[in-house]
């Protein structure tokens, strides 16, 4: 009994505070400033400002400028474009569990199992944030920089697993990483640098493209720079307190 009701119980818990919060939208100080940007400047005047003042996530503000650009103000549409990032998510954890059980499990799992342990795992993640979960998953400007890398990371991760080769597709998801949030860009390296020495070293008999791992971190890498190196990161950084470590 408690097999079953007690996920089914986090995942409505999930869903009601999800929607709770997707539709009684509160005013958010960074959702207004991409909004009055947007409509002062255009989508390439606002892409082209917020990277030299803002901070250098170049692919979260070409998505803010787009997404604030058709959603304007209407809190309505915020509250689907918020779902519609959060179908992104448990489909692309869908599909890094499916391609991950193929790989190294050698098992084909079933389209209700991937649909459960998404929703499930979706569910852990958003109560294990306690209160951050609604600046990750209620913000649209924030949702399309932190939600939005682990998202792509997810399709990402996807492709690297599998023992096929897709270099295009791989390099423009590793370019899309760098140019979000910073630290996950960083982890994501490592965690591509991880995989190549453990399928070098733990298992060989499981042939993943290199190619595709080196890629994806060239790819990542010279993202990340682009974004560290702008003049909106080096503003952004001089404002914030020191981070010393005693």
């Given amino acids: 009994f408690t097999k079953y009701i007690l996920p089914a119980a986090l995942v409505a818990?999930?869903?009601?505070?999800?929607?709770?919060?997707?539709?009684?939208?509160?005013?958010v100080l960074d959702d207004c400033f991409y909004d009055g940007i947007v409509r002062k400047w255009g989508?390439?005047?606002?892409?082209?400002?917020c990277y030299k003042i803002a901070n250098g996530r170049?692919?979260?503000?070409?998505?803010?400028?787009?997404?604030?650009?058709?959603?304007q103000q209407n809190f309505s549409l915020y509250a689907l474009y918020l779902t519609f990032l959060l179908l992104?998510?448990?489909?692309?954890?869908?599909n890094l569990y499916k391609n991950y059980c193929k790989t190294f499990l050698e098992k084909e799992i079933s389209l209700i199992k991937q649909i459960?342990?998404?929703?499930?795992?979706?569910?852990?993640?958003?109560?294990?944030?306690f209160e951050g979960h609604r600046e990750i998953w209620g913000w649209v400007s924030s949702a399309n920089n932190h939600l939005l890398s682990v998202i792509i990371c997810l399709f990402l991760f996807s492709l690297l697993i599998k023992e096929k080769r897709n270099i295009i597709l791989v390099f423009l998801l590793s370019a899309f990483v760098g140019g979000l949030n910073e630290v996950n860009a960083i982890c994501s390296i490592l965690c591509v640098i991880g995989l190549l020495l453990l399928n070098r070293f733990y298992f060989q008999k499981i042939k993943l493209s290199k190619l595709n791992l080196l890629i994806s971190a060239l790819g990542i890498g010279i993202s990340l720079l682009v974004n560290i190196y702008s003049g909106g990161y080096r503003i952004r950084m001089e404002g914030l307190p020191n981070f010393t470590l005693v």
Wanted: aromatic share 36%; with cysteine; net charge negative.
């Fill in 13 to 27: 818990g999930f869903l009601f505070c999800f929607f709770y919060d997707a539709f009684h939208y509160k005013i």
């Fill in 58 to 71: 170049w692919f979260s503000h070409i998505v803010c400028a787009f997404s604030f650009y058709f959603l």
């Fill in 88 to 94: 992104l998510f448990t489909f692309g954890v869908c």
């Fill in 116 to 129: 459960t342990f998404s929703f499930v795992f979706t569910a852990a993640i958003y109560f294990l944030l």
């Fill in 43 to 49: 989508i390439g005047g606002s892409i082209d400002l």
